[in-house]
């Protein structure tokens, strides 16, 4: 299922009030369905001592969001520098935070270490000589090569830019153990939104096999493994969920036999961002317009500056209208559209929905993840609020719509001007 029941039936009665008193569009989060969630990850895994997950702080990077995480005992995966700032400034510094950045600055490099520092998850053997100063610990993301994939979103391994190529990954381990770093994890991260646990399991196996051979071959220990996120979310009715249960027994026993043959295992560590607050999260617009030429098309009030995915993934996210329920009512092939002037700018093609009138609300499912975060002010679109359904059944604003006046701001500059 997409947006949960639950949810539902704890939400819709409410919403004409919601709209009524924040107006719309918003984004709003389910806080019982995200602890939900992570109480059911913490239980999968709970044989596995130190098992951390952090949240991936780029899916949903809001203080709010990211306070119920911190109470669920989750560290935060962050990969710029305003990420980390955020984790930082809810009090989470140190093991707590892995920086897995990419084509890093030294800017990422001085903010990481500061502050507390955090686990450095180094994507590259070119940027060991970078680093300001040798980390007690330090981790690699490992990119395997030619590898069976998922899906498109991240693709061939092959042509991903991310991480330490097979050829150079025990030289980098080398390297860093030479400079003095005594403290060892293994990170990847292919899949994303992959539903199939299999695939989360033979990622695991990958990691350990490599942690073993590297171990072999310099004499170190992995205190961690780090097997990424990208588990996957159903964001359509006929899909099926991921069954984290056979996940969590296919991971344990590939944990429990590398103990019982080493000695000792490595933490396992996930850093899921989709799987912990996506289909916690809907985007709430008006229909606002109707127009009928070749096809049909239903404007909302809402438009990609919410919610990208459709737009640059074509993904599918399940939309419902308000108190009209498909088998109960007279259904119509729509679009349904934002104002952008882009023709991407669609939440649904050709959908069959219930009958649409100006003013009926429209449920877009599944944005509690890489939803708002992924919005951008092309044409001049602002980004909407974000509301939380709070376990007591309160709704709190926890970040405003965007003004003009943000978007004005840096208009606001001192002339600067070079003659020649
Ligand atoms: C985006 C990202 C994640 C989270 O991905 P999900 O698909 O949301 O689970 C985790 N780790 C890294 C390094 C990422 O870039």
């Not at 991903?160 to 994890?185: C, N, P, W």
């Not at 909407?384 to 978007?407: C, F, H, M, W």
Request: glycine share 10%; charged share 25%; hydrophobic share 40%.
């Amino acid at each position: 299922m997409p947006m949960s029941e639950n949810f539902k039936k704890r939400l819709f009665p409410i919403l004409q009030d919601i709209k009524a008193h924040f107006g719309t569009p918003f984004h709003i989060y389910d806080e019982a369905g995200i602890i939900e969630t992570g109480h059911a990850l913490k239980e999968a895994f709970s044989a596995r001592a130190g098992f951390m997950e952090y949240y991936a702080v780029k899916a949903l990077p809001n203080p709010a969001i990211m306070a119920i995480m911190k109470n669920l005992g989750f560290g935060f995966d962050c990969s710029s520098i305003a990420e980390l700032m955020l984790s930082r400034g809810l009090g989470v510094t140190g093991e707590d935070i892995i920086f897995t950045s990419n084509n890093t600055t030294p800017a990422d490099f001085a903010a990481a270490f500061s502050d507390g520092g955090c686990i450095i998850n180094l994507d590259d053997i070119s940027l060991i000589p970078k680093l300001p100063r040798i980390p007690e610990r330090i981790c690699f993301r490992y990119n395997p090569g030619a590898r069976r994939t998922g899906n498109d979103i991240i693709g061939n391994p092959v042509e991903a830019k991310y991480g330490v190529s097979h050829d150079q990954i025990i030289e980098a381990y080398r390297r860093m153990k030479q400079l003095g770093a005594t403290r060892f994890g293994l990170h990847t991260m292919l899949a994303s939104n992959e539903r199939n646990h299999i695939y989360m399991v033979e990622t695991a196996q990958m990691l350990l096999d490599l942690a073993r051979w590297i171990s072999a071959e310099l004499g170190i220990r992995f205190e961690f493994i780090n097997i990424g996120g990208g588990l996957g979310i159903p964001y359509r009715p006929e899909d099926i969920p991921l069954d984290l249960a056979a996940m969590a027994r296919g991971i344990n026993h590939l944990f429990d036999a590398y103990a019982e043959k080493h000695g000792y295992a490595p933490k396992l560590c996930m850093e899921s961002g989709r799987y912990m607050t996506g289909p916690h999260g809907v985007l709430v617009t008006e229909a606002i317009n109707y127009k009928d030429i070749y096809r049909k098309y239903i404007g909302v009030d809402a438009c990609m500056s919410a919610l990208m995915r459709p737009g640059i993934y074509g993904a599918y996210h399940h939309i419902d209208v308000l108190g009209k329920y498909p088998q109960k009512f007279p259904m119509e092939r729509v679009d349904v559209v934002g104002s952008l002037c882009e023709n991407n700018d669609k939440f649904a093609v050709d959908r069959f929905l219930p009958k649409i009138d100006m003013g009926d609300i429209l449920v877009i499912h599944d944005t509690g993840a890489h939803g708002h975060a992924m919005g951008f002010n092309y044409n001049g679109k602002l980004r909407p609020q974000e509301l939380l359904l709070t376990k007591n059944g309160s709704v709190e604003r926890i970040r405003r719509e965007e003004t003009l006046a943000d978007y004005f701001a840096t208009l606001t500059f001192e002339k600067d001007v070079m003659t020649f």
